[in-house]
């Protein structure tokens, strides 16, 4: 997998409270587990007791089962999209980092990690609205000592959006927060509006955080104007309410795309953030609703070009994946040469060879794999 690292309920009283999920456990007892896990995990890490024999054992213990519940597929949201399982792959890759993590002693990396798994809880949850998790009010509580920009991705994973878009408001606010974590913020916050709630209003609500903000970065507030527009526009759609066909997910996702690639093209990266996460999640439910349609390639061309472009998904590096599934579905199509193309532009601009070097064996290997699928 491609993945790569970024730069949770009481304290355990016995082994046997860990939650297991059995070959016929359901999915939601599977997704309350993993969110459980991290919810004490990474509260727990929080504290200066995580490098002590007792605790450490018992975090190297939940760290494994995290690996194991990550194994299963928490996505009744995503049922039927294919993609499913890239995100799961993801999901498993990175927590078997925060297992070795644990188990080396790296307890500040690990509590990065662990922050990235829960921010990668937004990839699944984009096509429908579940009730919260339980957790118990002392895990919350704990929760309130951890770093604003930890506690909201928690709160993200327990399905906690409002309170999640709250922390979010209140560090782009913060006029002493660091420019970079209010950016964070604001960027997390819409792709929680528009990814995951669907919501214009919950977008309004981020941009009108920034604009109102005083000493916000100059290029936030370029974004946040290009983000009104785009959200104007969204407002104006015409929808007669009946579920679009795959004609209509495609040929929206794709408007949108070259739309949020055009704007970001001018030099502002996140300024098409809005369309690129309408045009994935479009993309997710083309390939959830036609998982073999006609045009299932060009819904992982969408989100090849969404994940690599968007500041909030850009740091896991998975778009290759879409990109290399496209080629695949359509091998030597117009479509798969367009899928190559952006593999190829990916890859140069991961691996960055200086000048006369050439790429490292393997990725050139799979690169010429891709172009020759693609003529």
């Given at each position: ?58 975090l190297e213990d ?272 117009p479509v798969a ?11 140069t601009e991961e ?25």
């Amino acid at each position: 997998m491609f993945a790569r690292p970024l730069h949770l309920a009481a304290l355990v009283l016995a082994t046997a409270t860990i939650i297991t999920v059995h070959a016929n456990g359901s999915q939601r007892k599977a997704g309350t587990g993993l969110a459980w896990l991290l919810a004490d995990m990474l509260t727990t890490l929080s504290t200066d007791q995580a490098n002590s024999p007792r605790v450490k054992h018992r975090l190297e213990d939940e760290a494994r089962e995290l690996v194991v519940l990550s194994r299963h597929d928490h996505g009744e949201r995503m049922a039927g999209d294919p993609t499913a399982r890239t995100m799961m792959d993801l999901l498993e890759s990175e927590s078997r980092e925060v297992e070795f993590a644990v188990r080396e002693g790296r307890m500040p990396y690990a509590r990065r990690l662990l922050v990235n798994v829960s921010r990668s809880c937004v990839a699944c949850h984009t096509s429908a609205q579940d009730e919260p998790l339980y957790v118990t009010p002392q895990l919350l509580r704990r929760a309130e000592g951890l770093r604003p920009l930890e506690r909201a991705p928690l709160l993200q994973a327990l399905r906690r959006y409002d309170e999640a878009a709250s922390v979010y408001a209140s560090v782009v606010r913060d006029e002493g927060a660091p420019p970079r974590e209010r950016s964070r913020a604001a960027e997390e916050g819409l792709a929680l509006a528009v990814r995951v709630q669907r919501s214009a209003p919950a977008a309004r609500a981020v941009i009108q955080a920034v604009m109102e903000s005083h000493g916000t970065a100059a290029s936030l507030r370029e974004s946040a104007a290009s983000w009104s527009r785009a959200v104007e526009a969204w407002e104006a759609e015409a929808s007669d309410g009946a579920r679009p066909t795959e004609a209509q997910l495609a040929d929206n996702a794709q408007r949108l795309v070259a739309e949020g690639m055009a704007v970001t093209n001018e030099g502002n990266p996140g300024a098409g953030a809005v369309q690129l996460h309408r045009a994935a999640n479009m993309a997710h439910e083309q390939l959830a609703r036609f998982p073999q349609g006609a045009r299932a390639a060009e819904a992982s061309y969408v989100l090849g070009v969404a994940w690599r472009e968007l500041p909030t998904l850009s740091e896991w590096f998975v778009h290759p994946a879409f990109l290399d599934r496209c080629v695949r579905m359509a091998p030597h199509t117009p479509v798969a040469k367009d899928c190559a193309r952006e593999y190829e532009v990916s890859m140069t601009e991961e691996f960055r060879p200086a000048a006369g070097e050439a790429l490292p064996r393997e990725v050139a290997h799979r690169l010429s794999v891709i172009q020759a699928l693609s003529r």
